[in-house]
């Protein structure tokens, strides 16, 4: 079941429909969470996936805090060279872009823009 809800999440955000996605994404990680335990790979991949719907969706801070919490996870299980953890350390990465990205160019209280630190 979980495989399910993780596809059909993944076919939502890949065909523009990120909110819609969500809550396929959020069910196939609770679903794996209580099948598998919550070291398990499957888990981690739906938090990873879950991590990249709330990205898509724009709700980057959410975003951030699901791939962390699925890097630290990758690399006390994996360690921190194994090719899935620099794939996750990636996905902060690209998250904290994009959320630096936004914050830029979101006016200020006055109506003007942001200016980059």
């Known amino acids: 079941m979980s495989w ?6 993944s076919y939502l955000d890949l065909h523009g429909r ?10 196939a990680f609770t679903i794996a969470a209580q099948d598998l335990g919550p070291d ?3 888990t981690l991949g739906s938090r990873n996936n ?4 709330y990205q898509s969706a724009g709700r980057l801070d959410q975003a951030i805090t699901l791939y ?14 194994h090719p899935t953890t620099a ?6 990465e690209a998250a904290h872009a994009a959320r630096d ?10 109506g003007t823009r942001a200016q980059p630190a």
């Open 4 to 9: 399910l809800c993780d596809r059909t999440g």
């Open 87 to 92: 794939i996750i350390r990636g996905n902060v």
């Open 101 to 110: 990205q936004s914050r830029a160019a979101s006016p200020d209280d006055d």
């Open 68 to 81: 962390e919490q699925t890097l630290t996870d990758r690399q006390r299980i994996l360690g921190p060279d």
């Open 50 to 53: 879950l991590a990249g719907a």
């Open 18 to 27: 990120p909110d819609t996605a969500l809550p396929y994404h959020h069910r």
């Open 40 to 42: 398990h790979p499957n």
